[in-house]
Nanobody, 123 residues
Framework: QVQLVESGGGLVRAGGSLRLSCALSGRTFSNYAMGWFRQTPGKERDFVAAIQWRGDDTEYAESVKGRFTISRDNAKNAIHLQMNSLKPEDTAVYYC????????????????WGQGTQVTVSS
């Protein structure tokens, strides 16, 4: 059974940076595409970024392009999301997700989810 554990959330001022991490256990990490989604109260879970199982392709939401960078470390079974130039509108619970092989931007197509980590950006 796949387990995902996120870390690295917190409170930061606008313009600051945070780095989120997600560790996968229970399956062969290199066989999975990994992604990040975010959600605010009363709204749907939105795509943020994803990385292909080989690490040779990434996808970003328009709202975070140029500010966020997703990366994976297959040796440590982990992915990271480096978030720079944070804005108050980035405030949300961030969820790590995994699915076999091919990334997608649609939340309902991801098989496994972490518990989420809160990111709060103050103005």
């Amino acid at each position: 059974q796949v387990q995902l554990v996120e870390s690295g959330g917190g409170l930061v001022r606008a313009g600051g940076s945070l780095r989120l991490s997600c560790a996968l256990s229970g399956r062969t990490f290199s066989n999975y595409a990994m992604g990040w989604f975010r959600q605010t109260p009363g709204k749907e879970r939105d795509f943020v970024a994803a990385i292909q199982w080989r690490g040779d392709d990434t996808e970003y939401a328009e709202s975070v392009k140029g500010r966020f960078t997703i990366s994976r470390d297959n040796a440590k079974n982990a992915i990271h999301l480096q978030m720079n130039s944070l804005k108050p509108e980035d405030t949300a619970v961030y969820y790590c997700a995994a699915k076999p092989l091919i990334l997608t931007t649609f939340a309902h197509e991801w098989n496994y989810w972490g518990q989420g980590t809160q990111v709060t950006v103050s103005s």
